[in-house]
């Protein structure tokens, strides 16, 4: 119990500690460490940019001192260390730590290289033009404000900003026992999100993370790889996310090979970066490295290491991601203010408290402006029914003995209003009358008494506004509010109306000052430790019917003679043969399309490298594949163009056209390729650049040659259009893009074929039913593959068992479309020839035949 004597209280020391501490806790949560989740600021930098605005520090204004306004800061709002305020302001205007600079500094504000800022008083600052959006409509009532540390001033407890702020610029900071690290993002895919989450309530953060806000876009660009880190950080708050800088090699055959660094990882420091490499190499951890420099200007930033004759230039590149910043993780905490309290919040709730910030702001910035209209408006149409009685008003005012007599006189009088009385009926009441006036003022049965706001305005009316043209500015002007007043009150009273002012702002602030993505993303599906002992080398990749998926060497294969017995390239079952085989680069990224149009990503390297004899391995162990669905083509792809497109073409004949880049984001779980519907399966996918032709082969010998233009480009999702109209069950077998004296290499089951110059197929629309590309017989049986071939290419020919002959185009005879062609191979009993496969060769190799 409490006892006081002699003016002492006693108390209990652990409770005292315990009060003390929770009190200084939230004090630096809320005072110091923490940003608020509606404009992102933390209060250091609230107080900045509110006192430059008093200041007058505008974007349009001459610099001022940095010192002018820390001192202004620490006087009147924060009160703390002339240093904490400096730093603030240093790193709203450094190009490297802001995404989208609040401040505009002119002088030495530090370097990338960790290089110290000037001090205070050499470097001069105003707002930049962002930063006035964040101010924007302060002096309208929209937020609150309080007493400052000593109360004598007053200050915002929170900005109307119109900018997102929070995750635009990011923040970080640690408190008492927790911490924020919030990454920065792009303007444009934050609001692109935010009206998403608008249009659609019920919107998921899983598509607003595929359609809208893929992941944070840094100010220092570089590559962000796309990970379950991201998908943690936006679904539960905290993640973490691979970053890592942007590099190429020049490749020199008699000089030395150069790897140089462009991009670096946000907040990573160059001058260290480059120590680490030095020490790395002077310990010998890595070998290899003959120079290092840093050639970076003011034209940006560049580290060139060059690279010992005879040494691995990627496999250096790879220990440096493995043993250097170059390579870095960045840990997401989105913990920011709610009603000052500290909360973990994910990507929707983080958007939903700006769009109530900003509902809030509009509203009250409505109501503001519609008090002031109103006032404004009133005050007119006391001036209207004046100028409409002029000479009684001028009578009254003369007769009276001082202005309180000239005012009680023109209040207790009811004026004429018959001119205008139509116009005040409708407007009088509901619109420009202040909410502080009582209704006894007004138009009443066909007069209007006067308030006293409108007799002062009277007496003050100058006679120069009695001229015919004042007159009419004044009519004009009330006219002019009386649209504003509704305009305020529609947005008010509707909904949707204050929906449509804040998405019309936001596009407004993202056309002015949304920017491109830096930050690029790509897949990582691999580890450094893997990548690092794989050579760049083309490969032979086959996969059978029943999923067993393999690589080999094209050193396995020699060229053989037509009519061949060819080199079995997998042993198979009894019941299994070979459906897929096309030639890839080692380190390409795998588009695995199925039947059922998904599609899945692997690298080349991931499958297994083995023995001609070998089976491989089952893709369903690679790939989570569904019940009844089977890989049907595969694309490697080493970069995704937005300019390129994948063209698809189904069993019945449907087509479709769809951008690379939309597949640049992969899932473990696939994503939808192409929308299938019922009873058909996808057949192929070729990669074009929007201008090609395309040709569709059928199993009857039928073949289709349209423009890809016919066919535009559609979503993910799309089901797509007709490209062939087939008859009698037949079905799609291939589809090709055609080059100008190329010729089309058509096989069929039982080993025959022939080559055909694509100038014989005529150009048709699209959906047509086609002309004869070769005649299918008893002799030949179905059609089961075409390909485009030049001269001088080799044609890898596959059958159901497992048998491989690699023969030269130039040694098959070419014929016109309706000829049934020649021998290719010769398959032994039972066996079919399955698919034919043109080489790509990037060594020359000898002819062991």
Not at 116 to 138: G, H
Not at 254 to 259: E, K, L, M
Not at 493 to 515: F, R, T
């Amino acid at each position: 119990m409490t006892e006081i004597t002699n003016n002492v209280t006693d108390i209990k020391l652990d409770q005292e500690m315990k009060k003390s501490y929770l009190d200084y806790a939230m004090s630096v949560i809320v005072g110091r460490a923490l940003p608020d989740a509606r404009d992102g600021l933390k209060p250091v930098h609230r107080r900045v940019l509110f006192a430059m605005r008093d200041l007058g520090n505008d974007y349009s204004k001459p610099y001022k001192k940095s010192a002018r306004i820390v001192g202004d800061v620490i006087g009147k709002y924060h009160p703390h260390g002339d240093s904490a305020v400096y730093d603030a302001i240093v790193r709203m205007a450094q190009p490297f730590s802001m995404r989208h600079m609040l401040i505009d500094g002119q002088g030495n504000f530090g370097s990338i290289d960790g290089d110290a800022p000037a001090a205070m008083r050499y470097t001069e600052v105003r707002m930049a033009k962002l930063a006035s959006e964040l101010l924007m409509d302060l002096e309208k009532d929209t937020v609150q404000f309080a007493p400052n540390y000593d109360e004598s001033e007053f200050e915002p407890t929170v900005l109307p900003t119109r900018v997102p702020n929070l995750l635009v610029n990011g923040s970080s900071g640690i408190a008492v026992g927790m911490a924020t690290n919030i990454p920065p993002h792009n303007l444009s895919e934050v609001i692109n999100g935010i009206i998403a989450v608008i249009d659609n309530p019920e919107i998921t953060i899983d598509e607003l993370i595929e359609n809208f806000i893929p992941g944070p876009d840094f100010p220092t660009s570089a590559i962000m790889f796309a990970s379950q880190g991201i998908q943690d950080a936006y679904k539960t708050g905290k993640g973490s996310i691979k970053l890592r800088g942007k590099t190429h090699i020049e490749y020199n055959d008699n000089a030395r090979d150069v790897i140089t660094i462009t991009e670096l990882p946000f907040q990573v420091n160059k001058a260290r970066l480059i120590e680490k490499i030095a020490d790395l190499v002077r310990s010998k951890s890595i070998e290899g490295i003959a120079e290092l420099r840093d050639e970076s200007d003011k034209d940006g930033l560049r580290v060139v290491i060059e690279i010992k004759k005879g040494e691995n230039s990627e496999v250096i590149r790879n220990l440096l991601f493995k043993h250097t910043p170059l390579e870095t993780s960045f840990g997401i905490n989105f913990v920011a203010l709610v009603n000052n309290q500290p909360r973990l919040l994910n990507l929707r709730q983080l958007l939903d408290i700006f769009i109530d910030h900003r509902k809030e702001i509009v509203t009250r910035r409505s109501i503001f402006d519609l008090r002031k209209a109103r006032k404004r408006a009133h005050v007119l149409e006391g001036l209207l029914i004046a100028l409409h009685n002029i000479d009684e008003i001028i009578e009254v005012i003369r007769a009276s003995k001082n202005p309180g007599e000239a005012k009680d006189k023109l209040t207790s009088i009811s004026w004429k209003a018959n001119n205008i009385e139509e116009k005040l009926k409708v407007l009088t009441d509901e619109l420009s009358r202040p909410e502080f006036l009582s209704i006894k003022y007004g138009l009443k049965d066909g007069n209007y008494l006067l308030s006293i706001e409108q007799a002062q305005a009277i007496l003050e009316l100058r006679l120069h506004r009695l001229t015919a043209l004042e007159q009419d500015k004044i009519v004009d002007e009330y006219n002019a509010l009386i649209e504003q007043i509704k305009y305020f009150q529609s947005i008010l009273n509707d909904e949707h109306k204050l929906i449509s002012v804040i998405k019309n702002e936001l596009i407004e602030i993202k056309n002015n000052y949304g920017e491109e993505r830096r930050t690029s993303i790509e897949v990582d599906t691999s580890s450094i430790t893997t990548e690092d002992l794989i050579p760049k080398e083309d490969l032979l990749v086959t996969m059978s019917s029943t999923g067993y998926i393999k690589t080999q060497s094209l050193d396995n294969y020699k060229q053989q003679h037509r009519g061949g017995r060819g080199k079995t390239a997998a042993k198979v079952k009894e019941d299994d043969f070979i459906i897929n085989a096309f030639v890839a680069n080692s380190h390409d990224t795998l588009l695995c399309f199925t039947s059922l149009g998904k599609v899945f990503w692997l690298k080349v390297y991931q499958l297994p490298k083995v023995s001609t004899t070998s089976k491989g391995k089952p893709i369903v162990n690679l790939l989570p594949l569904g019940d009844g669905e089977k890989i049907q083509s595969i694309l490697p792809v080493n970069e995704f163009n937005k300019e390129k497109f994948i063209f698809f073409a189904t069993q019945k004949g449907t087509v479709k056209k769809t951008s690379l880049d939309l597949y640049s984001r992969p899932r473990a779980n696939g994503i939808i390729a192409i929308d299938i519907r019922d009873n058909d399966e996808l057949i192929s996918t070729q990669l074009t650049d929007g201008n090609n032709e395309i040709m569709l082969f059928t199993q009857s010998g039928k073949s289709i040659k349209f423009d890809e233009k016919k066919v535009r480009s559609v979503g993910r999702s799309a089901s797509g259009v007709k490209g062939i109209n087939l008859v009698n069950n037949d079905k799609v077998i291939s589809m090709i893009i055609p080059k100008d004296g190329a010729n089309v290499l058509i096989g069929t089951e039982n080993g025959f074929g022939k080559q055909t110059p694509v100038s014989l197929f005529s150009l048709q629309g699209r959906a047509g039913k086609g002309v004869i590309a070769i005649n299918t017989s008893e002799r030949n049986g179905y059609a089961v593959s075409a390909l485009m071939v030049q001269v001088s290419d080799e044609v890898m020919l596959i059958t159901t068992q497992g048998t491989l002959v690699r023969i030269s185009v130039d040694e098959i005879a070419q014929s016109g479309r309706n000829t049934q062609g020649v021998t290719l191979i010769k398959p032994d009993e039972n066996d079919k020839l399955s698919k034919m496969l043109k080489i790509i060769f990037t060594e020359e190799e000898t002819d062991d035949d």
